[in-house]
T-cell receptor
Framework: DTGVSQDPRHKITKRGQNVTFRCDPI?????LYWYRQTLGQGPEFLTY????????KSRLLSDRFSAERPKGSFSTLEIQRTEQGDSAMYLC??????????FGQGTRLTVV | AQRVTQPEKLLSVFKGAPVELKCNYS??????LFWYVQYSRQRLQLLLR??SRESIKGFTADLNKGETSFHLKKPFAQEEDSAMYYC????????????FGRGTQLTVWP
């Protein structure tokens, strides 16, 4: 599968723990996006990288959230001191051009 | 501010019937509009974009700037069209972030 891959697919964690998700974009794509999706809603933008530079962060991304794309290839999204409200599907997408984004299958986070 | 509204959370039609999934947007600039689809247990994927003016799987969508709408239409629905459909907007900036509607779950009955 040469599409966007995300790991893990599912994560259950206790409140207060830290979690880290990984996204491997399509290899030639320089743009990488993180979105969050809660039940009954469409994806909501979290942050955007062009190569290794993080160019935009949503207000949804509190100081407990941090994202990196150190070499302009894979990206990680870390959530510190998780809260129950962080339970959601975290989606990664990559693209070469605006709008034509390819999505991964997502990481479903459950905070108990 | 920009907003994408999909008024129908659920839509059911019978096979062979026409289907229209509604999408309205609010944005003062010149946006680019998209439809994304998510079939059961599959990832979100691009169905079509308004600038391409193409028909994918029999679906078409026309951008109506006067009504600020981008409704998705298909004249004869098929069972395999059953899926979640999301309308999305790109403000046309260089960033390419998408603003999604809440989605419409389409069910096509045999």
């Amino acid at each position: 599968d040469t599409g966007v891959s995300q790991d893990p697919r599912h994560k259950i964690t206790k409140r207060g723990q830290n979690v880290t998700f990984r996204c491997d974009p399509i290899s030639e794509h320089n743009r990488l996006y993180w979105y969050r999706q809660t039940l009954g809603q469409g994806p909501e933008f979290l942050t955007y990288f062009q190569n290794e530079a993080q160019l935009e962060k949503s207000r949804l991304l509190s100081d407990r959230f941090s994202a990196e794309r150190p070499k302009g290839s894979f990206s990680t999204l870390e959530i510190q001191r998780t809260e129950q409200g962080d339970s959601a599907m975290y989606l990664c997408a990559s693209s070469l051009q605006q709008g034509k984004a390819f999505f991964g299958q997502g990481t479903r986070l459950t905070v108990v | 501010a920009q907003r994408v509204t999909q008024p129908e959370k659920l839509l059911s039609v019978f096979k062979g019937a026409p289907v229209e999934l509604k999408c309205n947007y609010s944005y003062s600039g010149s946006p680019e509009l998209f439809w994304y689809v998510q079939y059961s247990r599959q990832r979100l994927q691009l169905l079509l974009r308004h600038i391409s003016r193409e028909s994918i799987k029999g679906f078409t969508a026309d951008l109506n700037k006067g009504e600020t709408s981008f409704h998705l239409k298909k004249p004869f629905a098929q069972e395999e069209d059953s899926a979640m459909y999301y309308c999305a907007l790109d403000r046309g900036s260089t960033l390419g972030r998408l603003y999604f509607g809440r989605g419409t779950q389409l069910t096509v009955w045999p």
